[in-house]
């Protein structure tokens, strides 16, 4: 069957949209709220760079970019999740700080290596590609390693934290990514056929974490009791 843009756009401008009204709501935020909500828009750009991608082919480049652009959600989760810490730990200082270094190499890579990764081929509601590179192998360890992190630390949090409505923040997204790392995972490894499309269903699968970062965002914003401001003090 033929590629259908739907539910990548859908999925997309549903991230974007969350992402640019929480960025005015949150604009004088503390960082981790604003780590958080800059994942929506990560997500937000693969769903609509492979939408794109799968409609015009011929522009390879944006193949690579979409590719540069999921790279960066383990680190940023990991990044999350340290600056989400009730208690001041080293290692998750570390552990961050490696991970956004590593988002950065293979960034460089997908940017630099004009055959990094390739469309292959576009189904009804997934891409699928091929990746020529040795270090592909080193990607997917990361990757699935960030995630695996990610979502132990947040966790971990949760129970270290003592006040009840920042614990319900790291719980939904804690619940998120676990609705989201362990299909994922599951999917792929059931199935062999979905390797070579496994970031774009982790992205499509990525729905429940982008909803449940919606809901820990609106919750803050409940917490604050922020309303969203007049249009003429958005930009003061």
């Given at each position: ?5 739907i ?24 960082k981790?709220?604003k ?42 989760g ?72 990610m979502?132990i ?46 970031p ?32 003429k003090?958005?930009?003061a």
């Amino acid at each position: 069957m033929s590629y259908s843009p739907i539910l990548a756009v859908g999925t997309g401008l549903l991230e974007l949209s969350a992402f640019l009204y929480f960025s005015i709501i949150f604009k004088n935020s503390e960082k981790s709220i604003k780590i958080l909500n800059l994942l929506l828009l990560f997500l937000a750009g693969y769903q609509l760079l492979e939408a794109f991608n799968c409609l015009y082919p011929q522009y390879p480049i944006l193949v690579r970019i979409s590719f540069l652009d999921i790279t960066w959600l383990p680190a940023l989760g990991v990044f999350f999740a340290y600056l989400s810490s009730p208690i001041e730990k080293k290692y998750l200082k570390i552990t961050s700080y490696v991970f956004l270094g590593a988002a950065f190499f293979f960034s460089s890579i997908y940017i630099l290596n004009s055959t990094s990764t390739i469309l292959k081929s576009c189904q009804l509601f997934y891409a699928t590609y091929k990746h020529p590179g040795f270090y592909y192998e080193f990607y997917g360890a990361y990757y699935q390693l960030g995630m695996l992190l990610m979502l132990i630390f947040t966790t971990n949090n949760m129970v270290e934290e003592s006040d009840k409505d920042k614990r319900k923040i790291l719980s939904d997204f804690a619940i998120g990514s676990a609705l989201f790392i362990i299909p994922s995972i599951t999917l792929v490894a059931v199935i062999p056929k979905f390797r070579g499309s496994m970031p774009s269903i982790m992205c499509h699968i990525a729905i429940f974490l982008s909803i449940f970062i919606i809901k820990a965002l609106w919750r803050e914003k409940n917490r604050r009791e922020i309303e969203f401001p007049e249009v003429k003090n958005i930009f003061a």
